[in-house]
Nanobody
């Protein structure tokens, strides 16, 4: 069965950095585009970043553009999210997700497979 397992979350001070990983199994990782989403308490899940199946195309939410970088290693079946210059408003549970698409997808309902999430907390 398909498994997406996030790791790398934690507590960091504002201005700090974290690198999230998402290990995939049970699917042909290299043919799926991938995304990162986040959900803060009392808020809806929101799109953070997208990367195409090959890794050649990326897209970011305006709120993280210039601070976060999405990447992937298809040989390792792993997705990454490098988060720099973190702000308290970045505090959320972060999820990775897989979508069989060749175009940018920012809508969560279109993603087929989801991880369980990893908590990121940024203190001020």
């Amino acid at each position: 069965q398909v498994q997406l397992v996030e790791s790398g979350g934690g507590l960091v001070q504002a201005g700090g950095s974290l690198r999230l990983s998402c290990a995939a199994s049970g699917l042909t990782f290299s043919i799926y585009a991938m995304g990162w989403f986040r959900q803060a308490p009392g808020k809806e899940r929101e799109f953070v970043a997208y990367i195409s199946a090959s890794g050649g195309s990326t897209y970011y939410a305006d709120s993280v553009k210039g601070r976060f970088t999405i990447s992937r290693d298809n040989a390792k079946n792993t997705l990454y999210l490098q988060m720099n210059s973190l702000k308290p408003e970045d505090t959320a549970v972060y999820y990775c997700a897989a979508v069989p698409s060749t175009a940018v997808v920012t809508t969560s309902t279109r993603y087929r497979h989801w991880g369980q999430g990893t908590q990121v907390t940024v203190s001020s």
